[in-house]
């Protein structure tokens, strides 16, 4: 198989403003240590590790090093504060959208900016470096967090944290509900006057791109076709599919999740003449957000990319958790988000046995169903899931549409690729199949959640009717057969299925367009007006258009080839 595990951009035209190792950033920042007094701020996202701490001060050679983690309350201060955003439980909390100044003690700050004055050099260091001064010249530290959720696996604690040995989903749920937000908005309120950007992703190598060449990499990227990076992740429910399929780790036990499209987790690959740099790929929702997104998007979401794509492998592994997904109102009533997670799965292969668990039986009783779920809950014997739920016996190909408030998951012996809107973390199990977590703890249950969003009238009939193969033709000749498989008009986001031996013209100017080629071996994403390279993908990967794209083509890469890919996009009303 040909899947790219390590997909590239490559920016063209600044080749002399990167810096692939230490001697290579020791070379371009030495000039700095030669002036008596001066000030460099290396402003950090949350995780970085303290090397570059080091590296900065070889280079420079300051002779007043302000620790700008100082500036913030003590960690107790902080868990008050953020206590009500936390909450309780293992994996939800709530959103928090202040900014970073509101963890900041403002006489702490005073007090360090008293030391700008002196006649020295100065090294401010840290996250929210910047608060106290961007200086003479500014380095930003980036770090995707894909690697931060495998640090903290490791024992890394949260900011100004000593939780070493903490579940990782707390960990993480402080990144995700306050950490990660109030730093993407600080990174983003300096970013057009950052002068370095170092990638500090791989410890031991850090490397360094100009803050011109990164921005101007990003406006790039915003107009053409592009690949996120894939991560992958094994799960107690995990198979064996993407092993063979991508390429992956066969002494591995199982994988069981990659996110192959989601910019709020994944990671964009830069390619610089000889060097590639690694950023979060939300700085490019966040800095391009109207060209990447479109303008209508933009009004809606704000910088936020609404669509998801993920694979679920359970191929030789076990069923997904049983679950639902709030409804809107509940999600945003609770959890301080816009939009819920409305969702599809899209069957890319299956095997004998393989299906979907997809709303509610006829004439059952709610209440009696979540008591037997709460037993169940206690160690009070098995739920019975065939009682209540309906089993649909997939094929490839097939696909399933789930508007939030659908009980439902995926078999055993299934490939799903699933589309969906982006708050991914709302998912209240409802029952997981007698078993524990990879870690050894059972995994987090949310059944009063679930039972105030389980809609109870999306029975059998409706669930044929509406959820379960509602494809329409749009177009078929010969050569070329267009479909629309979904989503629920419940549902924003509109997915078309293409299947053709013969170039296709497509025009994303509206909104980005997410896609995947689920069948065929290589496909070519061109532009009618040579705006951008021919661009080839393969089986199974997913690649965005951006809006700024406004128009693009797809042939098959062996004109004796047959593909078929699916493409999602916001619908616009």
């Known amino acids: 198989m040909s899947y790219d595990k390590y997909p590239e951009t490559k920016i063209n035209g600044f080749d002399k403003e990167v810096f692939k190792d230490k001697d290579a950033i020791k070379e371009q920042l030495k000039d700095l240590s030669e002036n008596k007094k001066y000030c460099l701020t290396v402003e950090c996202y949350p995780g970085v590790d303290d090397e570059i701490l080091e590296l900065i001060q070889d280079i420079y050679n300051p002779h007043t090093v302000i620790r700008s983690e100082d500036i913030f309350y003590d960690k107790d201060t902080l868990n008050k504060m953020m206590q009500s955003h936390l909450t309780d439980d293992r994996v939800r909390g709530v959103m928090y959208y202040g900014v970073m100044e509101d963890f900041v003690d403002d006489c702490k700050l005073h007090e360090m900016k008293k030391v700008l004055g002196s006649n020295q050099r100065i090294l ?6 910047s608060l106290i001064s961007k200086g003479d010249t500014l380095v930003y530290c980036d770090l995707a967090r894909w690697e931060i959720q495998l640090r903290y696996r490791q024992g890394m604690p949260n900011f100004k944290q000593d939780n070493y040995d903490e579940d990782a989903l707390k960990k993480n749920k402080r990144g995700f509900f306050i950490e990660w937000r109030i730093a993407d908005k600080q990174k983003m309120k300096i970013f057009e006057d950052i002068d370095y950007l170092l990638d500090s992703n791989i410890t031991g190598h850090p490397k360094m791109v100009t803050g011109n060449a990164l921005r101007e990499g990003l406006k790039q990227i915003s107009k053409q076709p592009f ?94 958790s049983l679950q639902v ?53 206690r160690g009070e014997g098995s739920f019975d899931a065939d009682r209540y739920v309906n089993f649909f016996e997939a094929k490839k190909h097939d696909h399933y549409l789930i508007p939030a408030g659908t009980v439902h998951c995926s078999s055993s012996n299934c ?123 393969h089986y199974a990967e997913t690649f965005i258009l951006p809006s700024g794209a406004k128009e693009y083509t797809i042939r098959p890469y062996d004109s004796e080839e047959t593909i078929c890919f699916i493409k999602a996009y916001v619908r616009q009303r």
């Not at 990076?229 to 992956?248: A, H, I, N, R, S």
């Not at 009783?365 to 008591?371: A, F, R, T, V, W």
């Open 415 to 537: 490939m799903v690729l699933e589309i969906s809107a982006t708050p991914y973390i709302f998912t209240f199990k409802l029952w997981d199949w007698d078993r524990l977590g990879l870690d050894g703890l059972p995994r987090p249950i949310h059944i009063d959640d679930g039972a105030k969003n389980i809609q109870w009238n999306r029975t059998t009939d409706w669930v044929k009717d509406n959820l379960v193969n509602n494809i329409q033709v749009l177009h078929e000749d010969d050569d070329y057969l267009e479909e629309r498989t979904g989503l629920h008009e419940l549902e924003f986001i509109e997915t078309r299925r293409f299947t053709s031996s013969k170039i296709t013209y497509h025009n994303c100017e509206d909104g980005v367009h997410m896609l995947n080629l689920v069948e065929g071996t290589q496909a070519v994403v061109e532009s009618p007006t040579y705006a951008f390279e021919p661009f080839v993908i």
């Open 124 to 129: 401010i260091y840290g996250v929210g470096a």
């Open 227 to 320: 690949r996120l990076v894939p991560y992958f992740d094994p799960g107690v429910w995990g198979g064996q599919w993407m092993k063979e399929v991508c390429g992956l780790d066969k002494n591995e036990k199982n994988f069981a999740w990659s996110f192959d499209g989601v910019p709020e987790e994944n990671s964009l690959y830069l390619r610089y003449s000889d060097t590639r740099i690694e950023i979060p790929a939300m700085d490019l929702v966040l800095y391009q957000p109207v060209e990447l997104l479109g303008m209508k998007n933009y009004c809606r979401f704000g910088a936020e990319f609404p669509i998801r794509f993920d694979f679920l492998d359970t191929i030789g592994g076990q069923n997904l």
């Open 325 to 377: 997904h709030p409804l809107t109102e509940y999600i945003r009533s609770h959890f301080g988000m816009t939009y819920t997670q409305d969702e599809s799965y899209y069957i890319l292969d299956c095997k004998e046995g393989g299906g979907v668990y997809l709303g509610l039986k006829d004439n059952i009783q709610p209440q009696k169903m979540i008591e037997d779920l709460n037993k169940a809950q």
